[in-house]
């Protein structure tokens, strides 16, 4: 006796897997018609049943729950929208919870969405270290975007190629002439900005540079937003522009830095890109609209959102599938008037 | 006779307070022994069942579920983050729900929010005509911000000034000299669109210039974020906007039509401020970083976030005290250098 698949009842009820989800967890997205010719065709197979019960239990609720550290930041807003789509036409709706960098609420969310009956998860977390042992208590599949899980509980991670994106962006500098290059952070540590370090240092070091930080590096105070700062702090980041005599190009590790950092050097009467070359990393919608308007690096929200619901879904279809992997997305170049 | 309360219930059948109330909603993670337990209970108290039932409705998840049609948009966004804060503030964890301002998805959220049985929930519809029937069937409060619900269900509204914000603007546009005024337009209704146009042709009225549609409308085909624009749009933006010959002022609905605005006059050779003056709507942060910086109407998101929690959690201390209101949040004009 062979044991029938949602994919046979779909075969056989001429309707989709999506569809047949749907009819059985009776959610409400389909015709009479429909959910006759799918309880007709789980009939047919009678005995089956409890099997195409069981492998449904495990995606019974049809929600997937999503953690973002802030929606406001336009990278995490455009990834988490790709992925409510994606989901959305494989019958799933998305919990999207806001945690605001905050382990407290990651943990709270954490709870919640146990609460909620989840199928699958989706972690963006605002902590540097986080590790993978309170979600894995929940046994239900877990994807990490761009920030990766430390810990043994195994665990997909999906990212952009933030190493190779700030390389690129380092040797676009100085193929421009830029002969003492700065790379602009935030007190805010996560494993894309460390990785972003990384391929910064790997430009210096294969074009014979050292990387010094006291002429190389610039950390601004701030873990919110620059662009919302009030004007003291404003002040504090015109203070510490003013400082970088020697510079001749930046690397910013964000486009919202990177626009700060625009206009600090208009307001210091720094000619962009004249004196000083600027690069940010995002291509969110404000680099296109700045004067001049920003280079940038462009992370793939599109694919990234497209990689973590197929590893997602094809763990809820197959959760013995789960293996600890990393896939990393690439990004592109892309040059504007500030280099 | 008194009433018998949840924990009273929970006392009686020895388990807790979470438990008891597992049970009753039957979310399945109990043994057949505690259920029999509590139901015994339940039983031995007979009458009262309605009443726990009834409390267990009004309190029994602490969560909050919000419909926003699009978290990208810079103005939702910050909404939802200061309500997300507010309510957590109080103990409630926010499910937020990307409806992209279709009708299908905004149905589909309500249905899986009814079966995550949040005890409130704000809705901010992507639907010109949105009912509260559909929401009235769930029986708990409803706060609808910035769309007004149609029909004749009770309902709690919230939203900026709109009417005020465009006749503001207006009238600001008028007092720097402008002579032959546009509203820029998208072909998205909304009742905070319909309520722009409407202060618009106040500002006019006050000024006694007649509206016409010819010389005094330009309405761009784009029902999404104009910034996300391809290039055979921007195309048809920039022959739109060429025909505009008498305009010497735009009043923009909103920053991101005014960014597109800017964009397109500066391509067509057209000096703003001197020959064209141009003022946004939202204040989002890309209006503070364009050249020249956008003047806009700001909308004040974090009065509006806590005037929504507000009524929302009294609502649910006190359902009796539901009835139909409508609160305005004052907004405000900022002038920068486009006008």
């Known amino acids: 006796m062979t044991k029938v698949s949602i994919k046979q009842i779909a075969e056989l009820s001429g309707v989709s897997v999506a569809t047949v989800s749907r009819v059985i967890n009776n959610n409400g997205r389909f015709s009479e018609a429909t959910r006759k010719k799918v309880l007709q065709a789980i009939e047919e197979t009678g005995y089956q049943t409890n099997y195409v019960a069981k492998s449904l239990r495990m995606q019974k609720s049809n929600t997937i729950g999503i953690l973002v550290p802030d929606i406001t930041n336009y990278f995490f807003a455009r990834t988490v929208q790709h992925i409510e789509e994606t989901l959305f036409e494989h019958g799933y709706s998305t919990i999207i919870c806001n945690t605001d960098r905050s382990l407290e609420k990651e943990k709270a969310y954490l709870e919640m969405l146990k609460a909620k009956m989840i199928d699958g998860l989706i972690v963006i977390s605002g902590i540097k270290e986080f590790d993978l042992v309170d979600y894995s208590s929940m046994n239900i599949p877990v994807v990490c975007i761009d920030r990766k899980p430390t810990g043994k509980a195994s665990s997909v991670f999906i990212a952009s190629n933030h190493y190779e994106g700030a390389y690129l962006a380092t040797k676009h500098l100085l193929e421009k002439g830029v002969k003492s290059p700065v790379i602009l952070m935030q007190n805010r540590e996560s494993s894309s900005s460390s990785e972003r370090l990384k391929g910064f240092k790997a430009g210096l070091k294969e074009a014979g540079m ?30 510490a522009f003013s400082k970088l005599e020697t510079c001749d190009g930046i690397f910013s590790i964000n486009d919202d830095l990177a626009i700060l950092a625009l206009d600090c050097l208009k307001e210091l009467g720094i000619a962009v890109p004249d004196q000083v070359k600027l690069i940010g990393f995002d291509d969110t919608l404000l680099s296109r609209h700045t004067s001049p308007k920003l280079s940038s690096v462009a992370q793939d929200t599109l694919k990234l959102a497209e990689t973590t619901c197929e590893n997602l879904l094809s763990l809820i279809q197959n959760p013995s599938l789960a293996v600890s992997k990393q896939q990393l997305v690439p990004v592109h170049l892309v040059e504007r008037e500030t280099t």
Chains 1, 2 share one sequence.
């Open 210 to 239: 050292p990387f010094r930080t006291d002429t190389n590096l610039l950390v601004v105070d701030s873990r919110k937003n620059v662009l919302r700062v009030e004007e003291k702090t404003r002040q504090l980041f015109l203070k």
